[in-house]
């Protein structure tokens, strides 16, 4: 098992890696829409999704990995509302389609409207 890190995701806001590699598999923190200053973004909720996203693929990236070869991602939001615009970035990020849940949540760190893990191989 060891830790990956990479500097140009948001860096962790707790106790916890950006993500852990383990068994072949990359296990990436839930990414929330965050520079890699950890400055919270502006923007309406596909901006926001699409730093996410970004996030995600930089972890990869350093891990080794890429966003190919993710094969489930969970996605958190505060308001089913933002539902289909945050759909609509995701889809242009995830095009090989990996399984998928997307569930709302009372609330998410830092006030944040969406949040996204995922698992990938190596």
Do not use: W
Not at 50 to 76: E, H, M, P, R, Y
Not at 93 to 104: E, M, N
């Amino acid at each position: 098992m060891s830790i990956v890190s990479a500097k140009d995701a948001c860096p962790p806001a707790g106790p916890y890696s950006q993500a852990i590699r383990a068994n072949g598999q990359i296990f990436v923190s839930g990414q929330i829409p965050a520079d890699s200053s950890a400055n919270l973004v502006e923007g309406n909720i596909g901006e926001k999704t699409q730093v996410c996203c970004d996030n995600i693929k930089a972890i990869l990236t350093a891990a080794g990995s890429s966003v190919d070869k993710i094969v489930k991602v969970n996605v958190f939001l505060t308001d089913m509302a933002n539902f289909a615009e945050m759909n609509a970035t995701y889809e242009k990020f995830f095009v090989h389609k990996p399984a998928r849940s997307c569930v709302a949540v009372h609330q998410l760190p830092k006030g944040v409207p969406v949040e996204i893990e995922c698992i990938a191989l190596e």
